[in-house]
């Protein structure tokens, strides 16, 4: 089925300004390749002449990374308490489909390429074959499923004549499609699929970061195991519809597939990055803030490494003693060599060339600005110390936490919004069916519950408020969570215990137990506990004492309390010393 359209003026019109848009991003483009060239340094693929031997760029993304991940977990709320169980049930499918669909990898290559500019995530919906579509080429109800996926700068095309997203008249990004799915699909014109399917015809107006691997070697269709044709997707926010056009602009002479747009206002794509630049649509590159202090830190490292080349150490002789300079030439170390008695005031041990003192100094100096530069690198990766206490370490760590933590927050942000393009997606999904379970903590019980059609019936996207938990902590590893499990146990949970007794709250022993030893990777602890009557405590001795007949009170005695303990009791009104509980 070949899809007519009749705007093919608009077609031109908008290829048009989408080639000039080109034009105006190829810069940030060229400046990003150049950095990940960097980045992934000489011995990447078949490399290139310049030899680095200072790579700081990997070093500053090794590091900022790790503190810039985070763990999304979807919070559901609502303002209306007849609805809040639905908004738990619409957190859990949020949550599950976070983990179907791998958010996790996408977000950590959109942080990483945030540290070079600017990273583009698009979340829509895949198409489903055939049946994604009626007979007018429009999409159905069910297209497919959700998908959040990483668009390279290169690939992405922006409205670059407007000042802000909010203003471009267009969005969109190029990308490879199957041949035979896009003539089976109905989506698209085959006869225009049919002209495209020379790779020949793809975009190539700019080198591209993939050339760094591919060594800028061009591909031809022959190379392919599957044929693909190259699409430019279009959403026009004016509109609300979505067009298709050739990958190549030049090669453009209408749409080849149009739809209504049916998604989230907002459109497809949101943009991670760290420093934005007013009446501007790409953002400061942090790469490109200590760029020339790397250059300049290998300029003076590489030449330190041609002064150690250089050096060298030699056995300078009087004129007319070369027989002696033979034989301390030939001496072994250690061995006893007789020579004249005038001879020695005529040899000596010489050296020339070697590093400078002052290179050293330089390279110091630069390296520790562009440790400033970055935030404290060297503190925030545990690579060494920055002060002589532990306190001063601290601090500095505090300081640096404020840059970092406000690149964090504006990347949760920006998944705040592609998460809020999933959420709209999943509730008007006709369509999907998930098992969940629902956790009840007062009552300690597991809810099996059904996301379905069925369940979603009459529900409004509007009536929820859908964000990422504000208390989502970056990936640790089992060291640190044990640590922070450990901190949590000690200065926490028992306080809390221990306020807790007299009000009827116990602490589950063996739980905290299972979990801790977990944390630590031990085995068998649940042996540890062996299930008994109940062991009073009376008079600071376990069991009683003697042969005293056995109370018919429970009695609680409460330990010494910190300082913050006792506060907190005296605010829950309980007494601040132990008593005898009936």
């Keep these: 089925m070949n899809i007519q359209t009749t705007k093919t003026s608009s077609a031109v019109r908008l290829s048009n300004s989408c080639r000039k848009s080109e034009e105006m991003i190829t810069p940030y483009r060229n400046q990003r390749r150049q950095f990940l060239k960097e980045y992934a340094g000489p011995y990447y693929g078949r490399g290139y002449n310049s030899i680095d031997p200072l790579n700081l760029i990997y070093s500053t993304v090794s590091t900022l990374v790790p503190n810039l991940a985070f763990t999304p977990e979807a919070v559901v709320t609502t303002h209306s308490p007849d609805k809040e169980l639905f908004a738990d049930l619409f957190a859990l499918d949020l949550n599950a489909l976070l983990d179907e669909i791998n958010v996790a990898k996408t977000l950590r290559m959109l942080l990483i390429d945030a540290v070079f500019g600017m990273a583009i995530a698009k979340t829509a919906l895949g198409p489903s074959g055939a049946a994604g579509t009626d007979e007018d ?24 004549t407007a000042r802000s997203r909010e203003e471009m008249a267009y969005e969109g990004n190029r990308f490879l499609i199957n041949y035979e799915y896009a ?27 993939s050339d760094l691997s591919r060594q800028g070697q061009a591909i031809t269709s022959d190379d392919e195991y599957v044929h693909r044709v190259e699409l430019l997707n279009l959403w026009i926010p004016s509109e609300q519809r979505s067009v298709f056009l050739p990958g190549n602009p030049d090669l453009t002479l209408k749409y080849i597939g149009e739809v209504e747009w049916d998604g989230p206002e907002d459109g497809m794509f949101d943009v991670f990055g760290f420093t934005p630049v007013p009446d501007s ?28 080349d250089r050096q060298k150490s030699f056995i300078a002789v009087s004129e007319h003693q070369e027989e002696i300079a033979d034989s301390v030439r030939d001496v072994r170390d250690g061995e006893v060599l007789v020579v004249p008695d005038a001879s020695p005031s005529g040899i000596s041990e010489q050296s020339i060339g070697g590093p400078s003192d002052d290179n050293y100094k330089a390279v110091a100096w630069f390296q520790d600005f562009f440790n400033r530069i970055g935030g404290n690198l060297d503190l925030m990766g545990g690579l060494k110390s920055m002060s002589n206490t532990l306190g001063q370490d601290a601090m500095n760590r505090s300081d640096a936490g404020v840059r970092v933590s406000d690149w964090r927050e504006q990347c949760i942000k920006s998944f705040n919004s592609a998460l809020r393009k999933m959420a709209h997606y999943e509730i008007t999904d006709p369509v999907t069916v998930r098992n969940l379970t629902l956790i009840d903590n007062d009552f300690g019980l597991s809810i ?135």
Excluded at 288 to 296: E, H, K, Q, S
């Design 448 to 582: 099996p519950i059904r996301w379905s059609p069925e369940a979603r019936e009459g529900e409004l996207f509007e009536k929820y408020f859908v964000n990422i938990s504000t208390h989502g902590r970056a990936p640790m590893s089992p060291e640190e969570e044990m640590r922070s499990t450990e901190e949590w146990v000690s200065n926490i949970l028992i306080p809390l215990a221990q306020i807790g007794g007299p009000q009827g709250l116990r602490l589950d022993v063996a739980k905290v137990a299972k979990l801790t030893s977990e944390r630590r990777g031990l085995r068998g602890v649940s042996s540890f506990f062996r299930q008994g009557p109940p062991v009073l405590l009376s008079g600071g001795s376990m069991g009683g004492g003697g042969d005293k007949s056995p109370d018919n009170r429970v009695v609680r005695r409460m330990p010494a309390k910190p300082q913050r303990v006792k506060s907190q009791m005296e605010a829950a009104g309980l007494p601040e010393k132990a008593e005898d509980v009936a």
């Design 183 to 209: 003539l089976e699909s109905g989506i698209f014109d085959n006869a225009e699929i049919e002209r495209l399917r020379d790779a020949s015809n793809r975009y190539r107006n700019s080198s591209r970061a």
């Design 137 to 160: 080429g429009n999409w159905l109800s069910d297209p497919g499923k959700v998908f959040f996926e990483y668009v390279s700068l290169d690939d992405y095309v922006p409205d670059m």
């Design 281 to 308: 649509l790409i953002p400061i590159p942090l790469i490109g803030a200590i760029y020339d202090l790397y250059v300049l830190c290998n300029k003076i490292a590489t030449k330190i490494g041609r002064q150690a």
